[in-house]
């Protein structure tokens, strides 16, 4: 039994450790990434040898309660080889920009005619032409020779008026007479009818910027590279983003796994490819006999055969496109069914992880879809285990008292915590992010099972996009589960606090208030996602660049394919709602004034004059508007969050609580 106050101890040697160390060290050195991942394996490791001889081995043979402590137990084993395996990938990093500035330097120094010829997919199904169009005229305007590019939209949905936009922009339109394989077969489709040396997907809603191929190419300098990858960045709020209110001051849910973890695994050599924002070796991939159609995630199962047959991925990390987030919880739940279901797949298949040849044993691991099959059942277990001791007692562990639990439990907490705060240090919050996971846990954790049990049951299906997804739904099934857990716990608590209806009499139950009151916070916020905001299709961009309205020069601050919102002074006059916009490389522009706004305080740059704020609306059409597209989505702008705001997060978080959002801008 540990003293009380030596209990902190272990605690306070783990801040004092990352105060001294890493938070004085550069996340992005591997040496610093190998010492503190290696720290933290080391609680970790200490923690699961108390757990398993002082807290499972000594518990009796009781009936029930026992097999309940092991099953606890598992679980938890489940999630320490998660986490063993997550610092291992996290202890190293690389960034290719400067290998990708020195390869691009000789690539490029040959003349236009001795460069390879390049194939744009853009495979497409059902989306509309205001998502097709930015992708396809982004794809034209690629800053490179244009006798060496081709422009393929590869239609599944065999649509007329998709051939005739096509027609009309200089991209080759192909479809076929069946959808057999989806995307897959789709792509399959392409290389029978192109010839490039190398060809870059892009799903129907991402936008390449004008330099994508100028920073990727140069890798396959190297003949050993297949594909190299690039991150997905987005140009409209996901849905978590949007029903939390955190639209301009929490990142989107794919930038942990894309600014962070796939760094990492690229320094390990396990990159893999993402389907879109990529580009392939030709030669590689006829060499895998084209585009596998065994799962429904082709793009992680092309990167398993190249490295049956001996290519490596690479991953660029820079921002070279930008596409649509799922727009709605449909579309999200669709996107990471899929995700999960076609990780699984490669478990039976013949060029999975486990069957495929050529894989060293480390690669084997690492493209085991652990995280798919561990963190949801961990996390339904984090929400189960109070409720059972507060309903049954159904202790979850041999419980001596509360401080052998902060002894050997709160350093792993809080080493985990720290660590992630200090790798990710814009990218998590322990509450908001465990209540992003636990909200996808009611709907994937059943994806998880039954893809067990029937890895190719379902179907490949397409994630809905564009017009059309701007209304306001409800997740009833999610809120559900969501506000069921909230109930029995806090009934459970309720039912303890009466001696004649109390479950509960020992030390445990200190711990048990503590979790519970934790996991109702995390549920709480959790629920909030249930309740879908309607927003914007067309997504506005910050700039601050000079205008004309009407004679009158202001600031452009917001601008989008159908709107522009300009800072002017307040003295400014105008004759009726028609203006005229003027903006550079465009020209003169015909908008409706719709709206006025001003915020309160606001100066100008001179310090000397408040503003108006001009909301104008106009209908851009044809070449004007493929300018437009060009300028707003091939690079020169973002909407990435460069950091968190922390109290701004909570003081969101409570507002949408009681059902009002305050924006950040």
Known sequence: MVQPLLALVPTLLVVAFF?????????????????????VAAVALRYTVWRFTETVLPYPNDGANFYWVWVVFVVEILAFTEVVLFLILMSRYVDRSAEADRLGQAFFARRDSELPTVDVFIPTYNE?????????????ALDYPKDKLKVYVLDDGRRGWLETFCEGRGAIHVTRTDNAHAKAGNMNNGLRVSSGDFIAVFDADFVPYSSFLRRTLPFFSDETIGIVQTPQHFFNVDPVQS?????????????????????????WNVSFCCGSCSIARRKAVDAIGGFPTESITEDLLTTLSMLNRGYKTRYLNERLSMGLAAENLTGYFVQRERWCQGGIQTLYLHNGPLRGPGLSLFQRIMFLPMSWLVQYLVRFIILLVPVAYLWFGALPLYFT?????????????????LLMLW???????????????????????PTVLSSLVR??????????????????????????????????TALGLLINIVPET??????????????SGINIVVLVIAS???????????????????????????RLVSLSLDKAVVAVPTKARFKSTRVILKLEGFAPLGAELKQVTQRRGDITRSGDERRYYLHLHFDLRGFERDKMIIKLYTGRYSRDIPDIDKVAVSMNLLLRAFGRTRTAS
């Not at 997740?475 to 969501?482: C, K, L, N, P, Q």
């Open 19 to 39: 105060l001294l160390g890493p938070f004085n060290w550069s996340r992005h050195q591997t040496w610093a990434r190998a010492i503190t991942c290696a720290f």
């Open 128 to 140: 509309p032409l205001d998502v097709l169009e930015r992708t396809i005229v982004g794809a034209l």
């Open 243 to 267: 029903n939390l209110g955190l639209e301009n001051i929490w990142p989107d849910e794919q930038r942990l796994f894309f600014d962070e973890i796939a760094p990492s695994r690229d320094g």
């Open 401 to 417: 008292d509360v401080a052998d639990y902060v002894s050997n439990q709160v350093p792993v907490l809080a080493a985990y915590f």
């Open 423 to 445: 790798i990710t240090p814009t990218r998590y919050l322990p509450v908001v992010s465990s209540a992003v996971g636990t909200f996808s846990t009611f709907r994937m954790l």
């Open 455 to 488: 890895p190719f049951g379902k179907p490949f299906k397409v994630t809905p996009k564009g017009s059309g997804n701007e209304e306001s739904a409800f997740d009833a099934y999610t809120f559900t589960w969501i506000a069921g857990f909230i109930i029995v």
């Open 502 to 515: 109390a479950q509960t009499n020992g030390s445990f139950s200190t711990i048990a208030v503590l979790w």
């Open 528 to 554: 909030l996602i249930c309740f879908e905001k309607p927003r914007r299709l067309l997504q506005a961009f910050r700039l601050d660049e000079a205008v004309d309205v009407d004679g009158t020069g202001g």
